[in-house]
């Protein structure tokens, strides 16, 4: 028998400035018939409440909006930005440039969140944490040191986490050209 999940909202990071893809909104290109913020939002249908971070655009979703301040502040002050508007006692954080993610991935980091953890974390295959692929108590982090031009990864490894291995494409995400290339061969 499976215990149930625990309501969780999903706090997608969309801002930033695309430089190494020549500037271009990156998560507005097409990777397997829709653009990459669509696929990460579709990621989190389990969500009770998603909450992009970064300006509006379209998305096959109802979801709650907002901006860091200042924008252009960076990953902690997005999620800072993003923490009045949670609803759940867990937020699953995500980048939305991670076009190989999917529902049953993310409900994987949500489980992996122990009784005695902040947070539950993707690492890589070379066991670096992706912590823009987790989960955590919004409790925890509401108690993290989350500012403006702070480092996210600075903030949360004072929390208490734990490592999810996950598949290998799941945390691919699209910063270059190359990138984009490679994750476009995986999806046809």
Do not use: F, I
Request: hydrophobic share 50%; charged share 20%; with cysteine.
């Amino acid at each position: 028998m499976t215990s149930a999940l625990p309501g969780w909202d999903a706090v997608v990071l969309a801002g930033g400035a695309a430089r190494r893809m020549g500037g271009d909104d990156k998560l507005m290109l097409d990777v397997g018939g829709r653009p990459l913020l669509a696929r990460v939002v579709a990621a989190a249908a389990g969500a009770t409440r998603v909450v992009v971070v970064g300006p509006r655009r379209p998305v096959p979703a109802d979801v709650v909006w907002c901006c860091e301040e200042p924008v252009g502040g960076g990953p902690a002050a997005a999620v800072a930005a993003a923490l009045p508007h949670l609803l759940s006692p867990v937020a699953v954080l995500l980048a939305g440039d991670l076009p190989l993610l999917d529902p049953a991935t993310v409900a994987q980091l949500v489980a992996a969140l122990g009784d005695d953890d902040d947070g539950a974390v993707a690492v890589d295959h070379d066991t670096r944490p992706q912590w823009l692929c987790s989960a955590w108590r919004v409790r925890a982090l509401r108690a993290a040191p989350l500012a403006p031009g702070g480092s996210l990864r600075d903030a949360l490894t004072t929390l208490r986490w734990t490592p999810v291995t996950l598949d290998a494409g799941c945390t691919l995400d699209c910063d270059t050209p190359d990138d984009l290339r490679r994750v476009r061969e995986l999806t046809t």
